[in-house]
C-alpha cells in the first residue's frame, strides 16, 4: 500500500531562515505527492504536487518541494521563512485515494 | 478549482444520535471522498463516494456506522450513527477534479459528542 512518513511532529526555525519540512514515501509505481498546510482553524490548502517532470516543484506562498527518487523523498522547502508560515503541513501520496502523513507543526520565531 | 461547503459547520450532539453532513460542490466531480481528522491531527479516509452505487469504505469504517449517500454528481451526505463520544472530530468533504490530480476540502464539520 502507499504511504507518506513525516519523521518530524514540529519543526522550529527563526523567521528569515530557510525551511524544510520532511517527508519520505513508500509506493509501487510513479508516485503522485502532495503538500497541503492547515492553518488554525482553517481549511485544508493545496500547497504543491509532483506529478511526472522536474523534480523541483514550485507552489504556492514561495514553497517548493524536491523529489528525490533515490532516497524516496519529497521534501517541503523554502528559502526564507515568515512568521505566517507557522501551520500545520501534510504531506501525501495518491493512489487514487489521497493519503496523508501524520503531519509536521511548522513554527516560525520571530 | 471547486468551492466545497458544508452544513452543518458544527454541531453538539448527545450519545446515541446521528447526524447528518452534508457536502455541496459547485461543479461536476467524478470523485467525492469523507475524512475525519482530530484537531492538530492527520487526517484519515473514511470512503469513496461514488455517485450511482455504495461507497468503498476504508478499513476500520463501515456502512452501518457512516452511511453515505451520492446522489448526483455535485452533493453527497455522510451520516455518523450512534455516536459516542469517540466520534467527535472534524468531518471533512474532498473532491478531485478530473485530470487536475489536485484534491480540494471542505471547511470541515466539527462534531462534538456528549
Known amino acids: 500500500a502507499q504511504s507518506v512518513a513525516q519523521p518530524e511532529d514540529q519543526v522550529n526555525v527563526a523567521e528569515g531562515n530557510p525551511l524544510t519540512v520532511k517527508c519520505t514515501y513508500s509506493v509501487s509505481g510513479n508516485p503522485y505527492l502532495f503538500w497541503y498546510v492547515q492553518y488554525p482553524n482553517r481549511g485544508l490548502q493545496f500547497l504543491l504536487k509532483y506529478i511526472t517532470g522536474d523534480n523541483l516543484v514550485k507552489g504556492s506562498y514561495g514553497f517548493e518541494a524536491e523529489f528525490n527518487k533515490s532516497q524516496t523523498s519529497f521534501h517541503l522547502k523554502k528559502p526564507s521563512a515568515l512568521v505566517s508560515d507557522s501551520a500545520l503541513y501534510f504531506c501525501?501520496?495518491?493512489?487514487?485515494?489521497?493519503?496523508f502523513g501524520k503531519g509536521t507543526r511548522l513554527h516560525i520565531l520571530p | 478549482s471547486a468551492v466545497i461547503s458544508q452544513k452543518p459547520s458544527r454541531d453538539i450532539c448527545q450519545r446515541g444520535t446521528s447526524l447528518t453532513i452534508q457536502c455541496q460542490v459547485d461543479?461536476?466531480?467524478?470523485?467525492m471522498f469523507w475524512y475525519r481528522q482530530q484537531p492538530g491531527q492527520s487526517l484519515t479516509l473514511i470512503a469513496t463516494?461514488?455517485?450511482?452505487?455504495?461507497?468503498?469504505?476504508e478499513s476500520g469504517f463501515v456502512i452501518d456506522k457512516f452511511p453515505i449517500s451520492r446522489p448526483n454528481l455535485t452533493f453527497s451526505t455522510l451520516t455518523v450513527s450512534n455516536m459516542s463520544p469517540e466520534d467527535s472530530s472534524i468531518y471533512l468533504c474532498?473532491?478531485?477534479?478530473?485530470?487536475?490530480?489536485?484534491?480540494?476540502f471542505g471547511p470541515g464539520t466539527r462534531l462534538t459528542v456528549l
Open positions: 474532498s473532491v478531485d477534479l478530473s485530470g487536475r490530480n489536485e484534491q480540494f
Open positions: 463516494a461514488n455517485q450511482g452505487s455504495e461507497a468503498t469504505y
Open positions: 461543479s461536476q466531480v467524478t470523485m
Open positions: 501525501a501520496v495518491r493512489d487514487p485515494r489521497v493519503i
